[in-house]
């Protein structure tokens, strides 16, 4: 079982930042995505990382503004959010995956953070 620690949820202005961090425990490392969800709205891929942290993919509405990075001396994988926008409101939540490719489906994550409100205000 792997435990997906997330942090950095909060409130903001357009225009503003913040960063969320998700801290998996054990030392293994896992491809890893982070998610959201707004009411009344499926969830959907944000961003997401390989292993090495070579290779990154990014919903479209989040390009340019988001980035996913790894820390691997802290083993944790962070999302960097700038200039964010009302829409971007949701709860995000981070996922683990044990397979070798970077998906975007959130069915092929097997692990999942318990989630952390952003809101944005306009």
């Known amino acids: 079982q792997v435990r997906l620690a997330e942090s950095g949820g909060g409130s903001v202005q357009a225009g503003g930042s913040l960063r969320l961090s998700c801290a998996p425990s054990?030392?293994?490392?896992?491809?890893m995505g982070w998610f959201r969800q707004a009411p009344g709205k499926e969830r959907e891929v944000v961003a997401a990382i390989t292993r090495s942290g070579k290779t990154t993919i990014y919903a479209d509405s989040v390009k340019g503004r988001f980035t996913i990075s790894r820390d691997t001396a802290k083993n944790t994988v962070d999302l960097q959010m700038n200039s964010l926008k009302p829409e971007d409101t949701a709860v995000y939540y981070c996922a683990a995956d044990l397979s070798t490719l970077l998906h975007r489906s959130s069915g092929a994550y097997d692990y999942w953070g318990q989630g952390t409100q952003v809101t944005v205000s306009s």
């Open positions: 054990g030392r293994t490392t896992y491809n």
